[in-house]
C-alpha cells in the first residue's frame, strides 16, 4: 500500500493500492474493452451520466473539499474552489459531449459528396500531479468521456484519495468499470505501459516537464498522441501605468494559491522602475498580514509544501539569490510552525541569472525585478525556456494589444491574476508543452477527424 501523509501534521490520511503490474494491465484490458461500447452509446447517454456524476459530487461538496485539504495541505476556502473548478469541467462536458460537430465539404465531383466527421481516438490513458487532485483529474476524464473515449488515470502518489473518491462517485452514478479505471503504483512502471501498449491512443500529462519529455520519447516508439501540460516560469510585469491595488490584489491572489505550488503561478515579478519601491512596500505589507498553518482553518491560510523534497528546493533558491547579494524584503526561511511550513517571502534585488529566475520556483515567494523599457520587459519575460502563461498589468490599450501579440505564452492574461475556468483553452507553448484543456478546444485533442467520399450518387 502506499501511505498519505497530510502534509501539515505528518499523519497519515490514508492508504492506496501500490497495485501489481497484473494489476495494471487488468485495468489497462478492461479500458480497451469497454472502448466499444462507450464510443457507440447516443451522446446524450453519455452526457447524461456525466451530468449525474457533476450533480452527485454538488451534493458532496464538503466531503471532498476536506479530503483535498488533508492529502494537500491547501486551505479549506482554496479546496472549495478547486471543486468548484474541478466541476466547472464535467458540467462544460456534459454539454459538450452533444456538440462534437463536423463538416460537409463540396466535392470536387458532380455524383458525390464528402463529409467529416469526427470520432472518439480511443481508449486513452491520463497521468495528473498532486496540486489539483480533483481538477487535474475532473479536466482529463471529462473531455474523454464527453468525445466518447474510455481513461485510466494514474493519480498522483502524494494524492490518490480524492481521485478513488472521485472513482467511487463515479460507479455510484453508473459510469461503468473500463470506462473510468484507476491505477496507482510504480509511476514510472505505469507510465511505460501506457506509453508502449499501442491499444491506448492517448496519454495526457500534466507533470513536470523533466517527465514529460521522458513520456513523450517513450510515446515516439508507438506514436501515442499526447498533451502535455508542464511546468512554467510565468512573468508577472506591472508597468507604471497599472491600477496598483489591482496588480498588487492580483499578485498576492495569484502567487499564494496553493501557497506558490501552482504550474501557473507568477514566478518572475518585473515591476517598473518608476513604482518598483512603492509596490515592494505595499506588496510587503500585504504578505506580511497572510496567515500561515493548517489548512483545515476556513479563512485563507499558506499551507505547507507537499514534502521535504518541495521544501528543500523553495529554501534552496532563497538561500542562493541571499548569497548572491538578493534583498529579502520578508520571510526568507522556515516557518515557527516547523514541518513543510515556508515563511511567505519577498525577495527584491534579484537579476536574471538568479537560480529563481530560471527554476520554476513552486513556494510562497514573491521574486521581483526592475525593468525601464517595454521592449526590455518583454524580452526578459520572453527569456525562458518555458511558455505556459504572463500576467501583465497596464492601463494603456495599445500597450496591451502588443503585450498580448509579443508574449511567447499559450494564455496572456492582462490586468488579472486570475486563469482558469472550464470555458477557456488552457495550455502552454515553447518547454511547457502543447495541447489545451478546457472549452471547445479540448475536445478536439480526444477526437479524430475522418474525412468520407461518397462517390457513385448518380447525377
Ligand atoms: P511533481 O514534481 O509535480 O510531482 P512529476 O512530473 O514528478 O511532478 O509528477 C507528476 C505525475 O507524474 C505524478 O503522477 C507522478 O507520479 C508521475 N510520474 C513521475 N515520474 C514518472 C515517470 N517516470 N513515468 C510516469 N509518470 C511519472
Given at each position: 500500500?502506499?501511505?498519505?501523509?497530510?502534509?501539515?501534521?505528518?499523519?497519515?490520511?490514508?492508504?492506496?493500492?501500490?497495485?501489481?503490474?497484473?494489476e495494471?494491465?487488468?485495468?489497462?484490458?478492461?479500458?480497451?474493452?469497454?472502448?466499444p461500447?462507450?464510443?457507440r452509446?447516443?451522446?446524450?447517454?453519455?452526457?447524461?451520466?456525466?451530468?449525474?456524476?457533476?450533480?452527485?459530487?454538488?451534493?458532496?461538496k464538503?466531503?471532498?473539499?476536506?479530503?483535498?485539504?488533508?492529502?494537500?495541505?491547501?486551505c479549506?476556502?482554496?479546496?472549495?474552489?478547486?471543486?468548484?473548478?474541478?466541476?466547472?469541467?464535467?458540467?462544460?462536458?456534459a454539454?459538450?459531449a452533444?456538440?462534437v460537430?463536423?463538416?460537409?465539404?463540396?466535392?470536387?465531383?458532380?455524383?458525390?459528396?464528402?463529409?467529416?466527421v469526427?470520432?472518439?481516438?480511443?481508449?486513452?490513458?491520463?497521468?495528473?500531479?498532486?496540486?489539483?487532485?480533483?481538477?487535474?483529474i475532473?479536466?482529463?476524464?471529462?473531455?474523454?468521456?464527453?468525445?466518447?473515449?474510455?481513461?485510466?488515470?494514474?493519480?498522483?502518489?502524494?494524492?490518490?484519495?480524492t481521485?478513488?473518491?472521485?472513482?467511487?462517485?463515479?460507479?455510484?452514478?453508473?459510469?461503468?468499470?473500463?470506462v473510468?479505471?484507476?491505477?496507482?503504483?510504480?509511476p514510472?512502471?505505469?507510465?511505460?505501459?501506457f506509453?508502449?501498449?499501442t491499444?491506448?491512443?492517448?496519454?495526457?500529462?500534466?507533470?513536470?516537464?523533466?517527465?514529460?519529455?521522458?513520456?513523450?520519447?517513450?510515446?515516439?516508439?508507438?506514436?501515442?498522441?499526447?498533451?502535455?501540460?508542464?511546468?512554467?516560469?510565468?512573468?508577472?510585469?506591472?508597468f507604471?501605468?497599472?491600477?496598483?491595488?489591482?496588480?498588487?490584489?492580483?499578485?498576492?491572489?495569484?502567487?499564494?494559491?496553493?501557497?506558490?505550488?501552482?504550474?501557473?503561478?507568477?514566478?518572475?515579478?518585473y515591476?517598473?522602475?518608476?513604482?518598483?519601491?512603492?509596490?515592494?512596500?505595499?506588496?510587503?505589507?500585504?504578505?506580511?498580514?497572510?496567515?500561515?498553518?493548517?489548512?483545515?482553518?476556513?479563512?485563507?491560510?499558506?499551507?505547507?509544501?507537499?514534502?521535504?523534497a518541495?521544501?528543500?528546493?523553495?529554501?534552496?533558491?532563497?538561500?542562493?539569490?541571499?548569497?548572491?547579494?538578493?534583498?529579502?524584503?520578508?520571510?526568507?526561511?522556515?516557518?515557527a510552525?516547523?514541518?513543510?511550513?515556508?515563511?511567505?517571502?519577498?525577495?527584491?534585488?534579484?537579476?536574471?541569472?538568479?537560480?529563481?529566475?530560471?527554476?520554476?520556483?513552486?513556494?510562497?515567494?514573491?521574486?521581483v525585478?526592475r525593468?525601464?523599457?517595454?521592449?526590455?520587459?518583454?524580452?526578459r519575460?520572453?527569456?525562458?525556456?518555458?511558455?505556459?502563461?504572463?500576467?501583465?498589468?497596464?492601463?494603456?490599450?495599445?500597450?496591451?494589444?502588443?503585450?498580448?501579440?509579443?508574449?511567447?505564452?499559450?494564455?496572456?492574461?492582462?490586468?488579472?491574476g486570475?486563469?482558469?475556468?472550464?470555458s477557456?483553452?488552457?495550455?502552454?507553448?515553447?518547454?511547457?508543452?502543447?495541447?489545451?484543456?478546457?472549452?471547445?478546444?479540448?475536445?478536439?485533442?480526444?477526437?479524430?477527424?475522418?474525412?468520407?467520399?461518397?462517390?457513385?450518387?448518380?447525377?
Amino acid at each position: 500500500m502506499i501511505d498519505v501523509l497530510n502534509p501539515a501534521n505528518g499523519q497519515t490520511v490514508g492508504q492506496a493500492p501500490a497495485m501489481s503490474v497484473s494489476e495494471v494491465n487488468a485495468a489497462i484490458d478492461r479500458t480497451c474493452a469497454a472502448f466499444p461500447a462507450w464510443s457507440r452509446q447516443l451522446a446524450k447517454a453519455r452526457s447524461d451520466l456525466l451530468r449525474r456524476w457533476f450533480e452527485r459530487i454538488r451534493d458532496d461538496k464538503a466531503a471532498f473539499a476536506e479530503l483535498i485539504v488533508k492529502e494537500n495541505g491547501k486551505c479549506l476556502s482554496e479546496a472549495y474552489a478547486e471543486v468548484d473548478y474541478g466541476l466547472g469541467f464535467i458540467e462544460w462536458y456534459a454539454e459538450e459531449a452533444k456538440r462534437v460537430y463536423g463538416d460537409t465539404i463540396p466535392s470536387h465531383a458532380a455524383d458525390s459528396a464528402i463529409t467529416v466527421v469526427k470520432e472518439p481516438v480511443g481508449p486513452t490513458a491520463a497521468i495528473t500531479p498532486w496540486n489539483f487532485p480533483f481538477m487535474m483529474i475532473t479536466r482529463k476524464i471529462a473531455t474523454a468521456l464527453a468525445a466518447g473515449c474510455t481513461m485510466i488515470i494514474k493519480p498522483a502518489e502524494e494524492t490518490p484519495l480524492t481521485a478513488y473518491k472521485l472513482l467511487e462517485a463515479a460507479r455510484e452514478v453508473g459510469i461503468p468499470e473500463g470506462v473510468f479505471e484507476m491505477v496507482t503504483g510504480d509511476p514510472k512502471a505505469i507510465g511505460a505501459r501506457f506509453t508502449s501498449d499501442t491499444r491506448i491512443r492517448k496519454l495526457s500529462f500534466t507533470g513536470s516537464t523533466a517527465v514529460g519529455r521522458l513520456l513523450a520519447s517513450a510515446s515516439g516508439q508507438t506514436l501515442t498522441r499526447m498533451t502535455l501540460e508542464l511546468g512554467g516560469n510565468a512573468p508577472f510585469i506591472v508597468f507604471d501605468d497599472a491600477d496598483l491595488e489591482a496588480a498588487l490584489e492580483g499578485a498576492v491572489g495569484a502567487k499564494l494559491r496553493n501557497s506558490g505550488q501552482v504550474c501557473i503561478s507568477p514566478n518572475r515579478f518585473y515591476v517598473h522602475d518608476a513604482i518598483h519601491d512603492r509596490f515592494i512596500e505595499a506588496l510587503a505589507e500585504r504578505v506580511s498580514r497572510v496567515e500561515v498553518g493548517d489548512g483545515m482553518r476556513d479563512d485563507f491560510v499558506v499551507g505547507p509544501m507537499i514534502n521535504r523534497a518541495g521544501f528543500d528546493k523553495v529554501a534552496s533558491l532563497v538561500d542562493e539569490a541571499r548569497a548572491h547579494g538578493a534583498r529579502i524584503v520578508l520571510g526568507g526561511q522556515a516557518h515557527a510552525a516547523g514541518g513543510l511550513f515556508y515563511e511567505p517571502t519577498i525577495v527584491s534585488g534579484l537579476d536574471d541569472d538568479a537560480e529563481m529566475a530560471r527554476t520554476e520556483i513552486f513556494g510562497p515567494v514573491f521574486a521581483v525585478y526592475r525593468f525601464d523599457t517595454e521592449d526590455e520587459v518583454i524580452a526578459r519575460a520572453n527569456a525562458t525556456e518555458y511558455g505556459l502563461v504572463a500576467y501583465a498589468y497596464t492601463r494603456d490599450l495599445g500597450r496591451s494589444l502588443r503585450l498580448s501579440r509579443a508574449l511567447e505564452a499559450g494564455m496572456v492574461i492582462l490586468n488579472s491574476g486570475s486563469v482558469g475556468t472550464a470555458s477557456v483553452p488552457f495550455g502552454g507553448i515553447k518547454q511547457s508543452g502543447y495541447g489545451r484543456e478546457g472549452s471547445y478546444y479540448g475536445i478536439e485533442e480526444y477526437v479524430d477527424v475522418k474525412y468520407v467520399l461518397m462517390s457513385g450518387l448518380g447525377r
